[in-house]
């Protein structure tokens, strides 16, 4: 594999998932802002919408698949530590490996369903149901790109462990 291109892909991937972590960190304000908002017609000004929580909910589903690339890069996700102070060190590096190809096949498979979900949804025209009624594929679309994002980075963290030259 050309080295060149290799570092480019994996730049461009980091800098995407950047761009996404940043844009989840805005949802959850803008989430936060919403359900504010929620409150204060509500109970201030007796008003009730019927968008909020929906809305709310499609923001907080998109914040959480879009970060999880830029989540798995740092090895943020919830990891079992125990497992580094009894082994070797030496076999720290297979251990990433082998989780990060079965967490890859995992979400994989994640990933298929929610770009098939993704699909139908906007093929189909689905709707949430609620008074409001908001296209589904929306937090599909979310979705989707978030688990691609994700598979992207096990890919790389997979290759670099293979070449040694991951974490």
Excluded at 7 to 18: D, L, M, P, S, T
Excluded at 74 to 99: C, N, Q, S, T
Excluded at 120 to 145: C, H, N, Q, R, V
Aim: net charge neutral; hydrophobic share 50%; aromatic share 16%.
């Amino acid at each position: 594999m050309n080295k060149g291109v290799w570092q480019a892909f994996r730049q461009g991937v980091f800098v995407i998932n950047k761009m996404m972590a940043y844009l989840s960190a805005l949802l959850i304000v803008a989430c936060a802002l919403v359900l504010m908002y929620e409150v204060m017609t509500r109970y201030v000004i007796h008003y009730s919408n019927d968008w909020v929580i929906e809305a709310s909910v499609f923001m907080l589903i998109a914040a959480t698949f879009m970060a999880s690339g830029h989540t798995q890069k740092d090895r943020a996700h919830v990891g079992i530590e125990l497992l580094d102070e009894i082994m070797a060190p030496k076999w720290k590096r297979y251990r990433l490996l082998f989780g990060d190809a079965l967490s890859f096949l995992f979400c994989l498979l994640i990933t298929v369903l929610t770009w098939k979900y993704f699909y139908l949804a906007y093929s189909e025209g689905w709707d949430s149901g609620s008074t409001w009624a908001p296209k589904l594929w929306i937090p599909y679309s979310f979705m989707a790109l978030g688990m691609t994002s994700l598979n992207l980075q096990f890919v790389i963290q997979i290759v670099d462990g293979v070449r040694g030259t991951g974490d």
